[in-house]
């Protein structure tokens, strides 16, 4: 990794740089973080000639060799100095909350706007909806490309940034031009390496456009889930959120094995922001206020709850899952009283 003293390096300097490393067989890929760009060493980084000519620039404020299998998401890498910031919060300044239906119904979009509206006021500050769905049975329903447009009009009516899930790069593209501002990579592609390189290139530099990076169901050691974020992050993107939501197998009546408690064992090792999905997690509405708190005192920077303004009239996970908006709110003020206490010095 190469760390320059200004907080970018010039064009030239680039040139240079890239010269050097192409020489040795290796790439540059510029990773942009809040406070400045690092520029990792794609290939093998370790000829000792290379590094040496590399610090030998006097632009170059050191190379930095840290010894993990996931240099950019260590806790230790020069992007542990900046901060998400989405929907005005700050992530690990205040408690984050994401908010809203499992599932966007295209043929009942009034639901999606009042929900919209009704997690805004209980205090969530992203909407989140599925547009399009990853079912277990192929003849469930897959969600719409038409709900991008409900999405985004409930986003413009409440002012809330929109989340909402890919699972192909054709949604990637579609998602960022419609401008959803966190790109949901769900369970059961958290571990599609192809995808998450499409994501980490198609967001790229930019810093107004993040990921909430899914455990997957079969995710074992804790390393597996910070390598699928090092992917997202070696291909260009390092705005990453990450969110555990429950593995398998599951105890006897929750839909998931919940894993909230993994949290500062996330902490200890990366510099991710964690948001906790209790929904998936439990798998019942009865059960999620708990599985939030929980998630909160464990040490988590934020929850992704589905909610709905009447579950039972919603699809996909929400008639099980999803808090009403009263439920919401409850439990987002209990979670802040929460928060301010474990924050308290
Ligand atoms: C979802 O958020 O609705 C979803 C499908 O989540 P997961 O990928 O965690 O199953
Ligand atoms: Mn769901």
């Not at 542990?80 to 205040?94: K, M, Q, S």
């Not at 303004?309 to 899952?321: A, F």
Request: charged fraction near 20%.
């Amino acid at each position: 990794m190469i760390l320059p003293k200004n907080p970018r390096l010039t064009p030239e300097q680039l040139t240079e740089v890239t010269a050097i490393v192409t020489e040795f067989g290796c790439k540059i890929q510029p990773i942009i973080g809040a406070v400045r760009t690092i520029y990792a060493i794609v290939g093998d980084e370790r000829d000792e000639l290379m590094i040496n000519r590399l610090e030998g620039l006097d632009y170059v404020d050191r190379i930095d060799r840290i010894q993990s299998p996931f240099k950019l998401m260590d806790l230790r890498s020069d992007l542990a100095n900046g901060r998400l910031t989405i929907g005005g919060v700050t992530l690990g300044r205040e408690l984050f909350v994401i908010a809203g239906q499992c599932t966007i119904d295209p043929k009942n979009p009034n639901y999606f706007y009042e929900t919209a509206q009704a997690v805004k006021e209980a205090g969530a500050h992203v909407i989140r909806g599925g547009v399009w769905k990853p079912r277990t049975n192929p003849y469930a329903f897959q969600g719409d490309t038409k709900s991008l447009d409900i999405l985004m009009e409930a986003s413009r009516r409440t002012g809330l940034p929109a989340d909402t899930e890919v699972m192909e790069e054709e949604h990637i593209r579609l998602a960022l031009d419609a401008g959803v501002t966190l790109l949901q990579i769900g369970a059961r592609n958290a571990l599609n390496y192809s995808l998450l390189r499409a994501v980490g290139r198609a967001i790229g530099n930019r810093a107004d456009r993040a990921v909430l990076l899914k455990r997957s169901i079969h995710m074992g050691p804790i390393s597996e889930f910070i390598s699928a974020a090092e992917y997202i992050a070696a291909f260009g993107n390092p705005n990453i959120i990450l969110c555990p939501r429950g593995t398998s197998p599951a105890p006897d009546g929750y839909r998931n094995h919940p894993d909230e408690s993994i949290t500062p064992l996330l902490k200890e090792k990366t510099w991710a922001a964690v948001v906790v999905d209790p929904s998936h997690s439990v798998g019942k509405a009865a059960y999620v206020p708990a599985c939030a708190l929980a998630a909160v005192a464990y040490g988590a920077d934020g929850l992704c709850i589905e909610t709905h303004v009447s579950p039972s009239h919603g699809i996909g996970d929400d008639p099980k899952q999803a808090l009403t908006p009263e439920v919401l709110a409850k439990t987002i003020r209990q979670a802040k009283q929460l928060w301010a206490l474990r924050h308290a010095s």
